[in-house]
Nanobody, 117 residues
Framework: QVQLVESGGGLVQAGNSLGLSCLASGISMLSINVMGWYRQAPGKQRELVATITRTGTTYYANSVKGRLTISRDNVKKLLYLQMNSLKPEDTAVYYC??????????WGKGTLVTVSS
């Protein structure tokens, strides 16, 4: 059974940093085409934050470029999101996502990040 488990969320002051991790189990990282982080703020739709392909190509939403960095460790089966210069508008539940093929997606349960002003 494939599972994605996020960790690292919490409360942080604006301007500070926080790192998220996502542990993948039940699947080889090499079979995952794209992994990503999404977030959902209160009252808003879930949105894409960043993605990384199996070979390391990254993509970032404009709102986080230059502040957030996505990376993955295929050996440790971990996906990371390093978040710097956090803003109150980064407050959201952050979800880990993995795509392994057409219509085959997995999601974690999310971890809450709260940025205070």
């Amino acid at each position: 059974q494939v599972q994605l488990v996020e960790s690292g969320g919490g409360l942080v002051q604006a301007g500070n940093s926080l790192g998220l991790s996502c542990l993948a189990s039940g699947i080889s990282m090499l079979s995952i085409n794209v992994m990503g982080w999404y977030r959902q703020a209160p009252g808003k739709q879930r949105e894409l934050v960043a993605t990384i392909t199996r070979t390391g190509t990254t993509y970032y939403a404009n709102s986080v470029k230059g502040r957030l960095t996505i990376s993955r460790d295929n050996v440790k089966k971990l996906l990371y999101l390093q978040m710097n210069s956090l803003k109150p508008e980064d407050t959201a539940v952050y979800y880990c996502h993995a795509n392994v093929g057409i219509n085959t997606d997995y999601w974690g349960k999310g971890t809450l990040v709260t940025v205070s002003s």
